[in-house]
Structure formats: structure tokens, C-alpha cells
Nanobody
């Protein structure tokens, strides 16, 4: 069993920065994917950036060059550094982890609002 707890969301002006954190409890080390999705109420939940078990990163084209995903193994935490935020980045951001056998876990989400 894995629990994911996000923090770091908030209100920021366009062009500003935020850093999201996701602390994992349980056996997170055996993940296949671990990272971030986001959901606008009007849209489906989409990938933002995730780490892969082989050391790679998958990220949405819309955030490349602005968002960076990283991990602190000692703290069982994955971060999403978001720079040059745009109003279209406004969404609920969810931490996500996937394991073998299709087992998935989601955090409860943290709201990011970017004002123009």
C-alpha cells in the first residue's frame, strides 16, 4: 500500500513559480511511473511529468522548458518545479504512482491557480 500526499499549490501571478511536493509512504521504490498529472474541471486528467523506473522522464509538450520533475530518494519525495507559469496551467495537480500489475495510486490533489 502506498499513500501520496501533495503540497505546494496556491495562487500565483502569471510568470511566477511554484514547487509542488509529493511525499510517498510505503514501498514507493518499486514504481514504474511516479510523478504528476493535472486536471482542469473542463478537461480530462492529463500527464504533466513523470519519472520512469529506468531513470527517464516523460513530460507534456506544454510544460517542457518550464517545469522540472525531480526526486529525493532519502525523503521519498518527488517535486515539480514550475516556472514561468501561465493561466492555462491552472488546474488541480495530482501525484500519481504506478506499479507492476497495473496497480495505481493517486494523491488527493493540490490546486494551482495562475492569475493573468
Amino acid at each position: 500500500q502506498v499513500q501520496l500526499v501533495e503540497s505546494g499549490g496556491g495562487l500565483v501571478q502569471a510568470g511566477g513559480s511554484l514547487r509542488l511536493s509529493c511525499v510517498a509512504s510505503g514501498s514507493i521504490g518499486s514504481f514504474i511511473y511516479w510523478g504528476w498529472y493535472r486536471q482542469d474541471p473542463k478537461k480530462q486528467r492529463d500527464v504533466v511529468a513523470v519519472l520512469t523506473s529506468v531513470g527517464g522522464t516523460i513530460s507534456a509538450d506544454s510544460v517542457k522548458g518550464r517545469f522540472t520533475i525531480s526526486r529525493d530518494n532519502a525523503k521519498n519525495t518527488v517535486y515539480l518545479q514550475m516556472n514561468n507559469l501561465k493561466p492555462e496551467d491552472t488546474a488541480e495537480y495530482f501525484c500519481y504512482a504506478r506499479f507492476r500489475g497495473g496497480v495505481e495510486y493517486w494523491g488527493e490533489g493540490t490546486l494551482v491557480t495562475v492569475s493573468s
